[in-house]
């Protein structure tokens, strides 16, 4: 069983910044993909950022360059620094484990971004 916890939400003023993590009870390098996925309220979950086993890196469009993923094995963790961030991103994020063969997902957490 992979559990994971999201922590670095809180509130933000439009146009600053964020550093969310997700710490992970096994070794991240036994997932192909490690993503952040939020969702809005009244709205869908939605891809946001992802960074595989290799180190690539994908953005949705929205984010790219003003987000960035990263991750350190020896501690288990992933980050998503946000910077520049609008009222338009306040939703919960999540973070996501995909390997041994499942999807495993945090319980979120919050951002806000209002002035």
């Known amino acids: 069983q992979v559990q994971l916890v999201e922590s670095g939400g809180g509130l933000v003023r439009p146009g600053g910044s964020l550093r969310l993590s997700c710490a992970a009870s096994v070794s991240i390098l036994g997932a192909n993909v490690m993503a952040w996925y939020r969702q809005a309220p009244g709205k869908q979950r939605e891809f946001v950022a992802s960074?595989?086993?290799?180190?690539?890196?994908n953005y949705m469009d929205f984010v790219r360059g003003r987000f960035t993923v990263s991750r350190d094995n020896a501690k288990n963790t992933v980050f998503l620094q946000m910077n520049s961030l609008k009222p338009e991103e306040t939703a919960v994020y999540y973070c996501?484990?995909?390997?041994?063969?499942?999807?495993?997902w945090g319980q979120g957490t919050q951002v806000t971004v209002s002035s």
């Open positions: 960074i595989m086993k290799i180190g690539h890196t």
């Open positions: 996501n484990f995909r390997g041994r063969g499942a999807d495993y």
